[in-house]
């Protein structure tokens, strides 16, 4: 079975690249923005990975996986940003909680495939 990942992001180029660079390996859920992943969260969904960007109208990236890490039920969800912001090295140091990655945009694929890899590796039980 696959892993599912949820792809927050408000750029259509950027969802249809990340369908076309992942769907294979990944089940994926695509959502243009924070509120519509707040949303399909609270239906009781629990991806294996969440691929954000920051830049986004209404709920930005950096409020939604905020307000993720503050819940009792996603807080250990891991979370990597995919962003085009500026100073985005030093906007992933200042924030007020754990990143698993991130990737700057425009991003090249192999790149965030090994930074997904990464993380579900660091994420299995020991001995696995």
């Known amino acids: 079975m696959k892993k599912q990942i949820l792809i927050v992001d408000d750029e259509i180029t950027i969802l249809k690249l990340l369908n076309f660079v992942l769907s294979q390996e ?3 859920i695509i959502k243009n923005s924070g509120v519509e992943a707040i949303s399909w969260l609270e239906e009781g969904n629990a991806p294996a990975l969440i691929i954000s ?8 990236g950096s409020s ?6 503050i819940s009792g039920f996603y807080r250990d969800t891991p979370v990597i940003i995919l962003s085009g912001a500026s100073n985005l090295d030093e906007k992933v140091a200042n924030m007020p909680f754990k990143l698993d990655a ?3 945009k425009p991003f090249n694929p192999g790149q ?3 930074a997904i890899h990464t993380v579900f ?8």
């Open 26 to 28: 990944y089940d994926l």
């Open 53 to 60: 960007d920051l830049e986004m109208p209404y709920f930005d």
């Open 102 to 104: 991130y990737v700057s």
């Open 121 to 128: 590796k660091s994420y299995e039980p020991v001995g696995s």
């Open 64 to 69: 939604f996986i905020y307000n993720l890490k």
């Open 112 to 114: 965030l495939k090994e």
